[in-house]
């Protein structure tokens, strides 16, 4: 996702593109509703004046579930394909 400014909207860049190229659409999926929530999320907080590492420090604790889901995705992903190949 890149992001030219603070006020802009996330968007998919062609470096980012080329290294999803391999990874599932489930996993991209969640990435990205990821990114449009909390660049949403960072853009409010700042608005209401909160202090910029509180809101960083916010917007990575959320960060880490989505980390967390993508985990579970692909690690459910690896057990299906290994019980295929028994």
Known sequence: M????PTDKPAVGTSLRKRQE???EEVKE???KAQQR???RYKKLLANGKNKG?????IGRELLG???AI??????A???SLQRAA
Do not use: N, P
């Open 2 to 5: 890149k992001l030219r400014g």
């Open 22 to 24: 391999h990874v599932s």
């Open 30 to 32: 969640i990435a990205w």
């Open 38 to 40: 909390l660049h949403q």
């Open 54 to 58: 509180v809101v960083v420090t916010a």
């Open 66 to 68: 989505f980390i967390w």
């Open 71 to 76: 985990g579970i995705k692909v690690e459910a």
């Open 78 to 80: 690896q057990k299906e």
